[in-house]
């Protein structure tokens, strides 16, 4: 059964920095790529960010390309999103997920895994 823990989202000013972290457990990171998608009041939910299974390749948003950095530690099965100079229009709940079927990224209508989402708040 595909789960997702995030961890790490907090109150943060505009222009500092947040790790968030995503536990995975029922696969294992060398099984499916892994996304992370953010939703805010009243919008769309987005893809920000994804990294694949077989070579470490990444996929950013536009919105957040040179300011966010995805990573895995297959050892510990969890996904790490580093935030760097964060903005207001960052604030959303955070959640990971997967297709569960491809080590490659995907687009965001194909993610069938998610989990409950870290929330994050910028505002000074």
């Known amino acids: 059964q595909?789960?997702?823990?995030?961890s790490g989202g907090a109150?943060?000013?505009?222009g500092g920095s947040l790790r968030l972290s995503c536990a995975a457990s029922g696969f294992t990171l060398d099984d499916y790529a892994v996304g992370w998608l953010r939703q805010a009041p009243g919008k769309e939910r987005e893809a920000v960010s994804c990294i694949?299974?077989?070579d470490g390749s990444t996929y950013y948003a536009d919105s957040v390309k040179g300011r966010f950095t995805v990573s895995r530690d297959n050892a510990k099965n969890t996904v790490y999103?580093?935030?760097n100079s964060l903005k207001p229009e960052?604030?959303?709940v955070y959640?990971?997920?997967?297709d569960a079927l491809s080590g490659?990224?995907?687009?965001?209508?194909e993610y069938a895994y998610w989990g409950?989402?870290?929330?994050v708040t910028v505002s000074s």
Do not use: R
């Open 95 to 98: 959640s990971c997920a997967t």
């Open 90 to 92: 960052d604030t959303a």
């Open 81 to 83: 999103l580093q935030m």
């Open 11 to 14: 109150l943060v000013q505009p």
């Open 116 to 119: 409950q989402g870290t929330q």
């Open 2 to 6: 595909v789960q997702f823990v995030e």
């Open 104 to 109: 490659d990224c995907v687009v965001l209508d």
């Open 52 to 54: 694949s299974s077989s």
